[in-house]
């Protein structure tokens, strides 16, 4: 059969009501059948309101939000300071996002693209230095502590797989998290197609982990770091609710689960995931000055999450 054969052997079976037939120029609409995000994003960059971002004490300033994107830069933070760097420590300013505070103007200075996790490196206060994207400033950090996370005969492994998931977390994420949890109405077609992505990826990372203890090589780094907050997220249910049962993962990524558990239990990790979060009773740290915030926070269930 061909396939104009096979288009009109099927038409018949659409439901015209439900298709949906693009404009010939598409305009942004928000209506009733917009999510609650909507009203936030717009397909237009830049500023919405005057506000200058906060500067605290240390010379790294970061503006965030504990998304797993802004986990990664938290935790590596957290690791920095666990081996006695104390050159790494800052200050972390929440960034909230049911108050637009992405689009105020001090924060497009340091991001124009309006995404946490951003961060200023005021070292050199004549000249200083802005880093966005949270891959970018994990590899910022770690050159800048010389090369802390990246041992220098795996480093082009390393920059394998952080760039690896800076390019696949979105299928993860923007994919199957939004349409399986956020999208207003559940669609097969979307989380069909993004649930096969997901698990594909999963089982990328269950091949790996099948025959070394970290995603590069036997050590722990960067690219740990950086994929851990998401894909140890949906393995240890802890990103999208009924997630870890819907993609099967303790059947079919054992060699995941075990590797998101023992990060999980690195001390820097508990103290990073809670950084810039304002919300559940299982710890919070909207704001982070000083190792002391940490003081009398408790997190329940911390080695799990």
């Known amino acids: 059969?061909?396939?104009?054969?096979?288009?009109?052997?099927?038409?018949?079976?659409?439901?015209?009501?439900?298709?949906?037939?693009?404009?010939k120029v598409w305009k942004w609409i928000v209506d009733?059948?917009?999510?609650?995000?909507?009203?936030?994003?717009?397909?237009?960059?830049?500023?919405?309101?005057?506000?200058?971002?906060?500067?605290?004490?240390?010379?790294?300033?970061?503006?965030?939000?504990?998304?797993?994107?802004?986990?990664k830069v938290t935790i590596m933070l957290e690791e920095l300071l666990q081996m006695g760097i104390q050159e790494a420590d800052y200050d972390a300013w929440l960034i909230d996002f049911a108050q637009q505070e992405q689009f105020t103007s001090g924060f497009c200075k340091v991001n124009p693209n309006s995404k946490i996790p951003a961060l200023m490196d005021y070292t050199d206060k004549e000249k200083p230095v802005r880093v966005f994207e949270s891959g970018a400033?994990?590899?910022?950090?770690?050159?800048?502590?010389?090369?802390?996370?990246?041992?220098?005969?795996?480093?082009?492994?390393?920059?394998?797989?952080?760039?690896?998931?800076?390019?696949?977390?979105?299928?993860?994420?923007?994919?199957?998290?939004?349409?399986f949890q956020y999208a207003k109405e559940k669609q097969q077609y979307p989380i069909d197609r993004f649930t096969m992505e997901a698990k594909?990826?999963?089982?990328?990372?269950?091949?790996?982990?099948?025959?070394?203890?970290?995603?590069?090589?036997?050590?722990?780094?960067?690219?740990?770091?950086?994929?851990?907050?998401?894909?140890?997220?949906?393995?240890?249910?802890?990103?999208?609710?009924?997630?870890?049962?819907?993609?099967?993962?303790e059947e079919d990524y054992p060699h995941v689960i075990r590797w998101a558990k023992k990060i999980a239990e690195r001390e820097a990790v508990k103290r990073g995931i809670l950084v810039n979060k304002s919300w559940g009773d299982d710890g919070q740290l909207p704001n982070r000055h000083d190792a002391s915030d940490f003081d009398g926070i408790t997190n329940a269930n911390l080695s799990n999450k």
């Open 200 to 249: 594909r990826q999963l089982d990328v990372l269950n091949n790996v982990l099948k025959d070394q203890a970290y995603i590069a090589c036997e050590e722990y780094t960067i690219a740990d770091i950086a994929i851990w907050p998401w894909y140890g997220g949906v393995v240890l249910g802890n990103l999208y609710d009924g997630s870890k049962e819907f993609l099967n993962v």
């Open 32 to 71: 009733a059948n917009s999510n609650k995000w909507a009203t936030i994003n717009r397909p237009t960059a830049g500023p919405r309101s005057i506000k200058e971002l906060p500067v605290g004490k240390h010379a790294l300033q970061l503006y965030s939000f504990a998304t797993p994107n802004g986990k």
């Open 137 to 179: 400033i994990l590899l910022y950090l770690s050159e800048k502590f010389n090369n802390a996370f990246m041992p220098i005969e795996h480093r082009q492994e390393i920059l394998n797989w952080l760039f690896w998931q800076m390019g696949a977390a979105p299928y993860l994420g923007g994919g199957f998290g939004h349409f």
């Open 1 to 23: 059969m061909s396939k104009r054969q096979l288009d009109e052997s099927t038409s018949d079976t659409k439901d015209p009501s439900t298709s949906y037939v693009p404009p």
